[in-house]
C-alpha cells in the first residue's frame, strides 16, 4: 500500500456538481463517541427518535456498518433557495425535490465515475437514515466545522449543505489529504440567542424543544410544555437563517425547486391540493394529521400573543 495520497476527490467531485468533498478514516473520535452517548442519554426526547439509539454500534463504529471500511467519502450539496417569508413557513431543506434521491442518485453515479477512474471497489452509500454520524465524518474529511447549532458549516457555502457519504473498501491512501478545517464560530453565539425555543447551548441541541423536531417528528399531540414556535410549521431555518456564515449564499436555480414555497399561507396548507403539491418532497414523510396539528399550534400561539398585547395596553 503507497503511502503518498495522490486522487483529489475534491476536484472530482466538484466537476460532478457536488459543492465540497474529501475522504476519512472510518472511526469517530472517542470525545465524539461519549458526546453521542451523553446526548442520546440526556438531551434526545424521552421515548422518541429510538432510530439514533437502535443502531448506536454502527453509528460509532463504521466497520460495524459495513465490515469492509476502509474510507469514507464524504460529500456536501449546496441547497440554498432563499429566505423563506411566508404567513406560514416550510424549511428550506423541503422546498427541493426530496434530498434523500436526490442525493442517492447523485452518490450513485459518482461512485460509478470513480470506478471508472480508480478500478472496482466495494461500497455503501448512506444519506440522513444510514446508521452514521455524518456530520462528525464531515468534520473529519475536512468538509467543514461543526457549529454551536451543532451543523456542519462551510466558509464557503455556509451550512447550506446536504451530506452524504460512500463507506467504501479503498484504502484512505488513495485519496489527496485534506486540511482539517478549524471553528470560525468565535464569540459568535446569534444561533443561540435567536432560538426561539432555547433549544441550544453551544454545540448542543436540546431535540425536545427544538421545532424541527417537533413539526417533523414529534408524534401525538402538544402539551402545556410544548414552546410556541412562531411561524414554522415544517421543520425551521432560524439558527441557520441569523449564521453569519449564510449571509451571503447566493440561492441556486434548480427547476426542481417550487418558488412559491418562498410564501406560503394558511390556505396553501388546508388546500385539498397539497399533499400532491409535496408528494414529490421530503415533506411526503410528514403525518398528514400533522400539518392540522401544527397549523392549529400556530394559530393558538397567535392568539395568545395577542390577548397578552391587548392585555398589556
Ligand atoms: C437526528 C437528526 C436531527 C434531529 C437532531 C438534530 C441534531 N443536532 O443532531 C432534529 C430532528 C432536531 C434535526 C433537525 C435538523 N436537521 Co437533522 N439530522 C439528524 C440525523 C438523522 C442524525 C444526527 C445525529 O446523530 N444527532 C445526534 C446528536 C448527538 O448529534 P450532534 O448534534 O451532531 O452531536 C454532537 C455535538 O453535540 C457534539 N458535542 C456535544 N457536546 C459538545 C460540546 C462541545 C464543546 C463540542 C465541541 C461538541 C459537543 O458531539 C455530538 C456527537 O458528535 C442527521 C443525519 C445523520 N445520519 O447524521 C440529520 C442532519 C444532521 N440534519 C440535517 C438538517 C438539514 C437538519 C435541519 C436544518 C432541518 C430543518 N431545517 O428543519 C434541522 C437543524 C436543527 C439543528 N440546529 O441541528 C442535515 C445537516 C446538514 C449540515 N450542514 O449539518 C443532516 C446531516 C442530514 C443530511 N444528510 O444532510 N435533525
Ligand atoms: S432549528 Fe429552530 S428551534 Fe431548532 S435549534 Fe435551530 S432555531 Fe432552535
Ligand atoms: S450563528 Fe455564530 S455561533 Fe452559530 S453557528 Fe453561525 S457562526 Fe457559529
Redesign the pocket.
Known amino acids: 500500500m503507497s503511502s503518498t495520497f495522490t486522487f483529489d476527490l475534491g476536484h472530482f467531485a466538484t466537476q460532478m456538481g457536488w459543492a465540497v468533498a474529501g475522504a476519512c478514516d472510518p472511526s469517530i473520535p472517542e470525545s ?1 463517541q461519549k ?2 452517548e451523553q ?2 442519554r440526556e438531551y434526545k426526547p424521552a421515548g422518541q ?1 429510538s432510530y ?1 439509539e437502535k443502531r448506536q454500534k454502527e453509528r460509532l463504529t463504521p466497520t460495524a456498518y459495513f465490515p469492509d471500511a476502509k474510507s469514507i467519502l464524504c460529500f456536501g450539496l449546496f441547497y440554498f433557495p432563499g429566505w423563506a417569508s411566508g404567513e406560514v413557513k416550510v ?3 423541503a422546498w427541493g425535490e426530496d434530498y434523500h434521491l436526490q442525493l442517492k442518485a447523485k452518490l450513485e453515479e459518482t461512485a460509478a465515475a470513480l470506478k471508472n477512474t480508480l478500478g472496482d471497489f466495494k461500497y455503501r452509500l448512506c ?2 437514515t ?1 446508521p ?5 465524518l464531515a468534520v473529519q474529511a475536512g468538509l467543514g466545522w ?1 457549529g454551536k ?4 458549516l462551510s466558509p464557503q457555502f455556509g ?1 447550506y ?4 457519504e460512500i463507506v467504501t473498501d479503498l484504502p484512505l491512501t488513495t485519496f489527496s489529504a485534506k486540511m482539517p478545517v478549524s471553528d470560525h464560530c468565535g464569540k459568535c453565539t446569534r444561533c443561540i440567542d435567536a432560538c426561539p425555543t432555547s433549544a441550544l447551548t ?4 436540546k ?1 425536545d424543544l ?1 421545532i ?2 417537533l413539526t ?2 414529534h408524534r401525538g399531540e402538544f402539551d402545556s410544555n410544548t414552546p410556541a414556535f412562531s411561524d414554522w410549521i415544517a ?3 432560524i ?2 437563517e441569523v449564521c453569519p456564515w449564510n449571509q451571503k449564499l447566493v440561492p441556486i436555480q434548480n427547476s426542481a425547486l417550487d418558488p412559491s414555497f418562498q410564501k406560503l399561507t394558511k390556505s396553501d396548507i388546508e388546500s385539498p391540493t397539497w399533499p400532491e403539491r409535496i408528494q414529490e418532497k421530503a415533506l411526503s414523510y410528514v403525518r398528514p394529521e400533522n400539518w392540522q396539528r401544527n397549523l392549529n399550534w400556530i394559530e393558538s400561539q397567535r392568539a395568545e400573543s395577542k390577548e397578552v398585547v391587548s392585555a398589556s395596553q
Open positions: 465524539s458526546f453521542f446526548w442520546v427518535m439514533l424549511s428550506n431543506y444519506v440522513d444510514a452514521v454520524l455524518e456530520k462528525t461543526q447549532n451543532t451543523l456542519l451550512s449543505l446536504f451530506l452524504g453551544p454545540y448542543v441541541l431535540a427544538c424541527s423536531y417533523l417528528e421543520g425551521c431555518d439558527c441557520q
